[in-house]
């Protein structure tokens, strides 16, 4: 299996912009979590979903933050409009619900820079 | 509540064991987790360990866990370089039906040659 797959790996953009960031979890995996790393806050959960289904979206940041799981095998996270404290790196993780534990596999992360 | 803590910093030399330390405050916790993330790269799993165990070792990973204290170690046996990282802790509350994670700030480890 290749892993969580996330595009794009860099992102540089403009305050005011639209960004979107896109995952494919593993496939089989029924949680998709997405996380914000920065040196100052750390690894902050923004929300996962469950079959699709947002679970939890109470560390999404404000209104500017969405995410959306329209199948098993796709999910995004935009932010509109971006603004600079929104910089980060930005992470999706899958789990298989059903292995016992609630092991996460991580992606390569998306490092968004906001001018 | 939820909170997991650890030490923001370790350095070593090559060749000794490194042994990174995490408390964590929730008795509840099913799944304890410690995740390696090296530069540029996301978390990668090293390993997990059951709540009702003590220790989980393997190769040159030792976990050991002291629910009593809710303390959670991870040593590494013959530290080389390539294992300069950052080290992240994090614990499972599956009893409770929440899925997600709580990570500890990460250590960050240091091998010096």
């Known amino acids: 299996d290749a892993g969580v797959i996330q595009s794009p790996r860099h992102e540089v953009t403009e305050m005011g912009q639209e960004v979107t960031l896109r995952c494919k979890p593993i496939?089989?995996?029924?949680?998709l979590f997405w996380y914000r790393q920065t040196m100052m806050r750390g690894l902050e959960l923004l929300i996962y979903f469950n079959n699709n289904v947002p679970i939890d979206d109470s560390g999404m940041p404000e209104d500017r933050f969405s995410a959306k799981m329209p199948n098993a095998s796709f999910s995004t996270l935009k932010i509109q409009p971006s603004e600079p404290r929104d910089s980060a790196v930005y992470f999706c993780a899958s789990s298989f619900g059903g292995a016992g534990t609630d092991t996460q596999y991580f992606g390569p992360g998306t490092r968004l820079t906001v001018l | 509540g939820e909170d997991v803590e650890q030490s923001l910093f370790l350095s070593v030399r090559e060749g000794d064991s490194s042994v990174i330390n995490c408390t964590y405050t929730?008795?509840?916790?099913?799944?304890l987790y410690w995740y390696k993330q090296e530069p540029g790269a996301g978390l990668q799993l090293l390993t997990y360990?059951?709540?009702?165990?003590d220790m989980k070792q393997d190769q040159r990973l030792t976990v050991l866990l002291n629910k009593k204290d809710k303390h959670l170690s991870l040593r590494i046996a013959d530290t080389q370089t390539g294992d300069s990282a950052i080290y992240f802790c994090a614990e499972s509350y599956m009893d409770t039906g929440r899925r997600a994670l709580t990570f500890g700030s990460g250590t960050r480890l240091q091998v010096q040659p």
């Open positions: 929730d008795s509840s916790s099913t799944y």
């Open positions: 360990i059951f709540s009702n165990m």
């Open positions: 496939s089989g995996h029924d949680y």
